[in-house]
């Protein structure tokens, strides 16, 4: 049981916890515009990365995972790959950008584990990152099944008509 796999068990958990609790971020303020059906898709990825999430915990259960401060992880950006930029909703937003903002994350989560399967020294960690790779690799292409089903949204997607009141 080697620190360099508990590390990097560390950071998939925290990446798929992290993607979950975004999800679910999501998912209320969508709530909160009344775009419910974006909001049912952002609670619908929130339990896929949940149950995804579990897989690996059951994974790292024989290693003590380090606690890691939000400065120690490595990754190569600001969040966790499997994150997207919270920014990146838009109220109006419709299931096509959903899936869209769900298919980057995980495509920077396969990045991520593949990464970890061509440069890590630790076999191990090649070993659990190539195969959490490909676990990526099936999301990824199930994203795309379904983005290709899913209707693209109209040019003006994002005109609201609806003036904004204001009572002060």
Same mark, same amino acid.
């Given at each position: 049981? +080697?620190?360099?796999?508990?590390?990097?068990?560390?950071?998939?958990?925290?990446?798929?916890?992290?993607? !979950?609790? %975004?999800?679910?971020?999501?998912?209320? #303020?969508?709530?909160?515009?009344?775009?419910?059906?974006?909001?049912?898709?952002?609670?619908?990825?929130?339990?896929?990365?949940?149950?995804?999430?579990?897989?690996?915990?059951? %994974?790292?259960?024989?290693? +003590?995972?380090?606690?890691?401060?939000?400065?120690?992880?490595?990754?190569?950006?600001?969040?966790?790959?499997?994150?997207? =930029?919270?920014?990146?909703?838009?109220?109006?937003?419709?299931?096509?950008?959903?899936?869209?903002?769900?298919?980057?994350?995980?495509?920077?989560?396969?990045?991520?584990?593949?990464?970890?399967?061509?440069?890590? =020294?630790?076999? #191990?960690?090649?070993?659990?990152?190539?195969?959490?790779? !490909?676990?990526?690799?099936?999301?990824?292409?199930?994203?795309?099944?379904?983005?290709?089903? +899913?209707?693209?949204?109209?040019?003006?997607?994002?005109?609201? +008509?609806?003036?904004?009141?204001?009572?002060?």
């Amino acid at each position: 049981m +080697t620190d360099k796999v508990a590390l990097f068990l560390a950071h998939a958990v925290a990446m798929e916890q992290e993607a !979950a609790d %975004r999800y679910e971020e999501l998912a209320d #303020t969508m709530d909160v515009h009344n775009n419910a059906e974006v909001a049912g898709l952002f609670r619908q990825m929130a339990k896929y990365s949940s149950l995804h999430g579990a897989t690996v915990i059951e %994974r790292a259960k024989p290693y +003590t995972l380090p606690k890691l401060k939000s400065w120690q992880f490595r990754w190569n950006m600001p969040e966790p790959p499997e994150v997207g =930029d919270f920014l990146g909703g838009h109220y109006l937003m419709t299931p096509y950008h959903a899936l869209e903002f769900a298919l980057d994350n995980e495509r920077r989560g396969h990045q991520f584990y593949a990464s970890e399967a061509s440069r890590n =020294d630790d076999q #191990t960690v090649r070993a659990m990152a190539a195969e959490m790779a !490909a676990e990526e690799v099936e999301h990824v292409s199930e994203l795309e099944a379904w983005l290709a089903r +899913t209707p693209k949204p109209e040019a003006d997607w994002a005109e609201d +008509t609806d003036d904004a009141v204001v009572v002060d």
